[in-house]
């Protein structure tokens, strides 16, 4: 759900000046490889910091997380470090759960250990927040680096985040990004916390739009590029492949208008795709495959941008094939994947 047109233009003439007060909460597990990155980019915020408190919460790292937090934390005063010995629910969603109670503040942003934020992340959150919306998310793209994993990586959140805002935008939000997302405190205990959403581990921010639909919620996805919060990709095959099954595993919970909606789209695609290999029987069987592949092409060509991507043109079609035939096998995996917070 969505404000009106006339707020949602509104948004644009709001000063970036804002009183609105937020707490950015960053859940951590053994993360000492990727946190001096994200320091770099949290130093760099542009907001009054007495309009805004830091809270890294760590889940009983084994590696030097704790330590490297408690030196970057030193000294600020709106920065801080908490433990999440006392979760009460599995996973990253209690670790959430622990910070959002121990947050002063009435607005909520939250991003993960391996991302970087960008200078005017919360002006432009509290631009929204200030015109009424009450769960917003924002572009979350892949580094994009050399290497084929990287690049398809790159390419598949290109498709999957292209798909969710093109759903969003027709009033049919079903998917979003923890890693870059925003709500107000009393919108989230209206929803019951995350404990609504503990039927599986993932999901802090799918399942989260499930139960915003359900009550109502007025959710807002923002495509400004001064808002877009990048993250490193999967080193390996495996990695990717797990991030993907636990993904998908997610969607087994979605609203039932969301899985036929998603179905359709998906199998018509599969359909389109496919259908070269009746090509021995008629030649016109070829037509229906080259359309797909043209206008996907031509859709990935105009949205790279949006994403900082770079994709070369003649790559983008093999990559395609691929992206289908990745959904068939994740699709499949989901079943049997067991779920795990780290």
């Not at 005017?120 to 994993?149: E, H, N, T």
């Not at 390996?236 to 899985?259: C, D, E, G, W």
Request: proline residues 3%; hydrophobic residues 40%.
């Amino acid at each position: 759900m969505q404000l009106d047109e006339t707020t949602n233009n509104a948004v644009n003439s709001v000063s970036p000046k804002s009183d609105i007060e937020i707490s950015i909460l960053i859940p951590v597990k053994n993360e000492e490889n990727n946190l001096v990155r994200l320091f770099e980019s949290l130093q760099n915020i542009d907001y009054p910091p007495d309009q805004f408190e830091l809270i890294f919460i760590d889940d009983n790292s084994d590696d030097k997380s704790s330590d490297l937090i408690k030196k970057f934390t030193e000294g600020k005063y709106n920065f801080k470090l908490i433990n999440a010995r006392s979760k009460t629910i599995k996973g990253k969603k209690g670790v959430l759960d622990i910070g959002i109670k121990d947050s002063r503040f009435d607005f909520i942003l939250q991003t993960d250990a391996d991302c970087i934020v960008p200078p005017d992340w919360l002006k432009i959150y509290a631009k929204y927040f200030d015109a009424g919306y009450d769960l917003i998310f924002g572009l979350a793209p892949v580094i994009q680096s050399s290497g084929l994993l990287n690049n398809f990586i790159c390419f598949e959140n290109c498709r999957t985040q292209l798909l969710v805002n093109s759903f969003a935008k027709i009033g049919l939000p079903y998917s979003g990004a923890a890693r870059n997302m925003g709500y107000k405190k009393q919108t989230l205990l209206k929803l019951g916390g995350f404990a609504k959403t503990a039927e599986t581990l993932s999901g802090d921010d799918d399942l989260l739009i499930r139960e915003a639909i359900k009550n109502k919620v007025s959710i807002k996805f923002i495509t400004e590029k001064k808002a877009m919060v990048k993250t490193v990709s999967a080193e390996t095959i495996s990695q990717f492949l797990n991030q993907k099954a636990r993904h998908v595993s997610t969607s087994h919970k979605y609203l039932i208008i969301h899985k036929m909606m998603l179905s359709k789209w998906h199998i018509l695609n599969l359909i389109l795709l496919f259908s070269i290999f009746l090509s021995p029987i008629n030649s016109l069987f070829i037509i229906p495959f080259l359309i797909k592949i043209l206008f996907d092409t031509l859709l990935v060509k105009s949205y790279e941008k949006i994403l900082d991507y770079k994709f070369n043109v003649i790559v983008v079609p093999f990559y395609q094939i691929l992206y289908e035939c990745l959904l068939i096998i994740t699709f499949f995996r989901s079943f049997r994947f067991k779920n795990r917070w780290k």
